[in-house]
């Protein structure tokens, strides 16, 4: 290599040394404080690496907090979201792809024009309504919302993919006699497993890192989801006084698979996200 | 015979779309239309289940500066997604290009750790920062104590938090634009610079003439996108600053702190102003894309 390469590659790798400190700063400040036995907020210089190390924080949330509570009803509201979501979105974006029929078209341009409502909009119906249903406070309300909110996202972009497997396969297996439902289910869905990893991914996701809805509809610790419990704990407005290295220990428990759930699919979310951006 | 099948045909299409569809009307349709009829009338927590209809009055009321401040919020939102994608893409721009150079040692390893920010949670990010711009204990203003700059009230000041935010959206939101970006600079056929070059072009030149107009049909879509989920940004506001009484807040946290005051017909007036504006810019979206070809 030339001299003046060496040199420049220097500079750049210094440089992206930094941006990566940067990056990576706040996941360095809440592992050390997740393993930091005082409250480290409290010490007033920066050290990275806490003086006295302890496992107790991550001890601690599930005895003295209803962590495991928490990671539960995450758990029950996230798999039956992405169950549902997946189940109604399917066979729905199956009809709009493959049969023609009266109202097609004006639906697919209303759900272009429904993906753009925020559904942090709808709160004071989803009130009225879960209201008089008697599902505040309650899982069952939090998963048909969460499920109502992903399907226009997954029925278009289920929609879009099987747009593109030949209609070919089908009238082929029509021939030799099966049955529509048999044909969506032993021929469509199994070529489609990259569209329903995204689908999956991005329902699971939507359930699992849902803040705002479930903060607003439930009201007992024991009905809280991860991220209101995680958010409780820091703030110091209510009965939890603000705790942040069991707030650290808590994150990293339910941040880091989803992390790697995240960088091990990236090229499924880029695609998913893209698919959905442009075509609607 | 002929339209026999055909009517089965119609058929079968409702079967398969219909439990969908009643998901669908329950919340996704139904709130819009609830929230439509509740913005005309005088639903509060004084008019609970007496609520009676009052017209226009709601939406009087949010374009009149003096009785609300929607259309303050309404110029902050605006100025913060222009700040913010202005920002956001230039400095992807700038990174993703210097991740891209040829024989640069390392890169997959930059590359996964650039990208971080963008794989964890965002509730999760926007609690941790709002740890970190802690006055007394948070590790930014202990940094800028170390760099011999006094104390920054982040979170008390309003333009400070404003900062912050915008701060925290930049860290949350580059990743996802380098990483479109860098696909696209990576896809561009090296034959076009090489051919550049024979003709004199310089650095400058490069850029200007290849690689944007390459990359556009690329990043284009990611911009879109990223406006989008910038204007209606909620997580980092609300979970930060909580909205600072009116000071930082944006579109939806004021929406939602409305609600939560018990204002439930003027919330709801303002999610119809704040859905027509996002109608519009998806409908213009899809005049330049040519996108919702069905």
């Known amino acids: 290599m030339r001299r003046?390469?060496?040199a420049k590659h220097g500079i750049i790798h210094i440089f992206l040394i930094m941006c990566c400190l940067i990056a990576i700063f706040p996941i360095i400040w809440i592992i050390s404080c997740s393993f930091n036995a005082s409250n480290s907020l409290v010490t007033t210089d920066l050290s990275i690496i806490p003086k006295h190390i302890t496992l107790a924080n991550y001890k601690t949330i599930f005895i003295n907090q209803p962590f495991g509570k928490w990671?539960?009803?995450s758990a029950i509201i996230t798999l039956s979201t992405t169950a549902l979501s997946l189940i109604l979105s399917a066979t729905s974006a199956y009809a709009y792809s493959r049969m023609r029929f009266i109202g097609r078209k004006s639906m697919l341009y209303v759900?272009?024009?429904?993906?753009a409502f925020p559904n942090i909009l709808s709160?004071?119906?989803?009130f009225r309504i879960l209201n008089s249903l008697n599902l505040l406070n309650n899982k069952i309300g939090l998963i048909i919302i969460y499920t109502g909110s992903q399907l226009v996202f997954t029925i278009w972009n289920l929609k879009a993919f099987f747009d593109t497997i030949p209609v070919e396969i089908e009238e082929a297996a029509i021939i030799d006699g099966v049955s529509k439902f048999e044909l969506f289910h032993k021929i469509i869905l199994p070529l489609s497993k990259p569209a329903i990893a995204v689908a999956v991914l991005f329902a699971f996701m939507g359930g699992w890192n849902e803040y705002v809805i479930s903060m607003t509809f439930t009201f007992s610790p024991d009905k809280f989801t991860v991220p209101v419990g995680l958010a409780a704990l820091t703030n110091n407005t209510n009965q939890y006084a603000t705790n942040w290295p069991l707030f650290s220990a808590g994150a990293l428990i339910v941040a880091l698979p989803v992390a790697a759930l995240f960088l091990v699919l990236q090229r499924y979310l880029i695609s998913g996200l893209t698919l959905g951006g442009v075509k609607g | 015979m002929a339209r026999f099948d055909k009517l089965k045909k119609q058929k079968e299409a409702y079967l398969f779309t219909t439990p969908g569809n009643i998901v669908l009307a329950l919340v996704v349709v139904f709130p819009i239309l609830y929230s439509l009829y509740l913005s005309f009338c005088n639903m509060n927590i004084g008019h609970y289940a007496n609520y009676s209809f009052v017209g226009l009055k709601n939406y009087a009321r949010i374009f009149s500066t003096t009785d609300s401040d929607f259309v303050y919020v309404l110029i902050r939102t605006v100025i913060w997604t222009v700040v913010n994608i202005?920002?956001?893409v230039v400095i992807a721009f700038f990174l993703a290009m210097i991740l891209n150079t040829k024989n640069l040692?390392?890169?997959?390893?930059y590359r996964t750790i650039m990208i971080l920010p963008w794989a964890v949670p965002s509730y999760i990010s926007a609690l941790v920062?709002?740890?970190?711009?802690?006055?007394d204990f948070g590790a930014i203003n202990k940094l800028l104590g170390m760099l011999g700059i006094g104390k920054i009230n982040w979170l008390t000041d309003g333009t400070n938090a404003f900062i912050a935010c915008v701060i925290v959206n930049l860290w949350m939101s580059i990743p996802f634009m380098m990483i479109i970006i860098l696909g696209g600079l990576q896809s561009i056929d090296q034959n076009l610079y090489e051919a550049a070059e024979i003709d004199g072009a310089n650095w400058i030149n490069k850029v200007r003439n290849v690689t944007l107009p390459m990359l556009w049909p690329v990043v284009f879509p990611a911009i879109v996108l990223t406006t989008f989920v910038t204007f209606k940004q909620f997580?980092?506001?609300y979970l930060i600053t909580q909205g600072l009484g009116g000071r930082t807040e944006l579109i939806l946290t004021y929406a939602y702190n409305t609600y939560k005051g018990f204002n439930y017909s003027l919330s709801a007036a303002y999610s119809m102003v704040i859905f027509l504006i996002l109608i519009i810019f998806t409908l213009i979206n899809m005049k330049l894309t040519k996108g919702g070809d069905v």
């Open chain 2, 105 to 109: 040692a390392f890169k997959g390893i």
């Open chain 2, 235 to 237: 997580d980092i506001i």
């Open chain 1, 111 to 115: 759900f272009l024009l429904l993906n």
């Open chain 1, 123 to 126: 709160i004071v119906a989803y």
């Open chain 2, 86 to 88: 202005v920002l956001i």
């Open chain 1, 71 to 73: 990671l539960f009803n």
């Open chain 2, 129 to 135: 920062w709002k740890g970190m711009f802690n006055y």
């Open chain 1, 4 to 6: 003046s390469t060496i």
